[in-house]
């Protein structure tokens, strides 16, 4: 059943009720409404209730876990509208966020479990919660009008809007939310929150198109510190176009493609003949490997469980020369932790989430990242246990922290039971934090010195790689981090010249073998 | 129906005005402070040069304000005496605040519900003014350049709104919305005087964002009446 047909649906049925009403009571309006929300309760209490608790504080038993947490309904404050800041959403807003989920926050989409008629009725039961919506009108909705044309030109207009109207402050000077002020962000309820990394839009809490970020900035992200930009619009600061070239500016600091798309295998191309592999984290040769974009997500298997992860994404580019393996692995983190800028950020952090696992103490970590193998590549079908391997499956182990810069390669048997692997470590890491950005560049010989105590890296064959990344400013130490699946890492054989001739000459053959026979068929015409 | 609205409205008025004419006076007063003040957070500019160049040492954000013995930034108001369900209309001149030297001016103040606040930025810097009401609705506007001014308006009574700047999380004020015209902020030697009181008997209550409140008794004549509140260093 589609929206439209669940909406005549859902009409007849409220026609119905409506007529039962009218002559059970004297006020069927009232008892239309009451259904509405009774019904609504229901979808509540079972689906919504677990993070936003009974009566809407956004106090549910799983709330506590949860950065940025489920919302309080009871002070009727939307982040996603598409009316002026402060005022009270539209039924339409709500029922979006129903519908479509908050991207990068733990709020699902609903649309695929939830009927129309569910939804309809849990918004319903959702305002019922605050008392601001007691007779109130339906709020007035923004006109906002449509995008003026793209292209480079608006871009760079946007870009300079975006200084001017310092949104650099918060969301960074390349828009990874590591703005001078990032660190001491807090919500309307003194939970810390993040600037948006703008250079994610998939992540964005209302959708990632130029359409979604103009709605932003023109309505605020209530309870959020985001500002409305409409005042500035009305006092001339700036005009509705360049608000809408802000707009196109930050949709270009996303991939195009977006979520970026996630493949299950990492290519390392060769490197061409004679050349080198990259000599560090920041050479240029980088930019000729493809990235690879995984996902990372909160390890909340192995105790202390972690569900606040700074890192939700990391990008993966690699290169072999037949003699060495280089992976390069980028992401954005807001801090080169320890920082005692984000002291502040910690302290809320600490008072805000409760670890039920053992308590999180505000003293700083370092930045953390490891690169995972099997401790043996073999043709089996099965992978050690991706949390950090076990002990009838081992793990090989690249484990870089960011302070002091160090890196060691051991063996895992699991999350935290790490062994150093006796001897000078084969592989080398250099580190370089730019903007809010981490590059971590490890390199080793495909065949180790000692193959019984770590992989080779063997040409044409893919080998199981996984990531664990930890934000020490975030409150990310020991096995708090985030982390990928199993992922494959392929060492592309390098092309023989032959691949680029034999071509040539099955084309020549071929015409050579066709002008034969047309030559020879013209010759028996000419006979006959 | 309308027009006995309307008779009623102007009785109402005009009693009201011949009482104030009558009998009012002003209660003066002293908000005291005991104590060793404490040393108030400095605040880092070094990431606003603009504001940092208003100062010429290094600022500190204001919290405990004392000299002379007396405190400033209390907000003082009637909290009981005065006659039941008495009203008056709010101010058509707005009540004001400035962001200047990246700090909010005042700091604390109070307006009446329905009375325009106009939000004043005198700094050329961005600034969000975040208002975070709980009986009104809040807000959360951005200010990107100097002399930009924009009005806002609380219609249901409310004390010590929270405004709050996100950009410079050091920059806070509170503003109380009020029923009656009946309050007072006292000033940097922690004078203050609360106008058009009629004769009665009163309690007046002092609130400081730090100290909490105190409590006094004031007989108001036609001579007016004193108030004294004392908080100690804690």
Redesign the interface.
Known sequence: MNRATAGRYGGKAAGVIFGAALLLTGFPADRLSAQDVQRGKVVYDKWCMGCHGETGLGDGPAAKFMLPPPRDFTGAKYQIRTTASGELPADADIERVVAEGMPGTAMPEWKSKLSGAEQKDVVAYVKSLSTFFEGAQPPAVVAFGKAPGGGADAIADGGKTFEKLECFKCHGMSGRGNGKSSPTLKDDWDFPIRAANLSQNWNFNGGGAVEDIYRRMRTGLDGTPMPSFSDALDAKVITDEQLWHVAQYVRSLSPEESPPAVREVIRAAPVAQGAALPAGPDDSTWSRAEPSFIPMVGQIIAKPRWFAPSVTGIWVQSMHDGNKLAVRVSWDDGSKSPDPAWDEWMARLVKSVTDADGALTPAQGPDRFWVQFPKRVTDEAERPYFLGGNTRRPVYLWRWASTPDASEEGTGTGLGRFAALSGASEMTHAASFTDGRWHVQFTRALVPADTTASPTFGVGRAIPIAFFAGDGSNGETGARGAVSAWYAIYLDVPTPPTVYVMPLVAVLLTAGLGLVVVWRAQQQNRKS | MKRLARYTLTLAFAVTGATQLLAQGAVTGTVKFTGAAPANPKIDMA?EPICKAKYTTAPTDPVVVVNKGGLGNVFISVTSGLPAGAKAAAPSTPGTIDQQGCLYHPRVFGVMAGQSIEIKNSDA??H?????P?KN?????????AG???MKTFPVAEAAVPFEC????WMKAKVFVMDTPYFAVSDENGAFSLKGLPAGTYTLEAWHEKYGTKTATVTVTATGGTATFTFAAS
Do not use: Y
């Not at chain 2, 969000?128 to 975070?132: E, G, P, T, V, Y």
């Not at chain 2, 959360?140 to 350049?145: A, D, W």
């Open positions: 990431e810097v961005l969000n003014i975040k208002a975070m709980k609705r809040g807000f959360n506007i951005s200010q990107p350049t930009m001014k924009t996100n950009v410079h999380g």
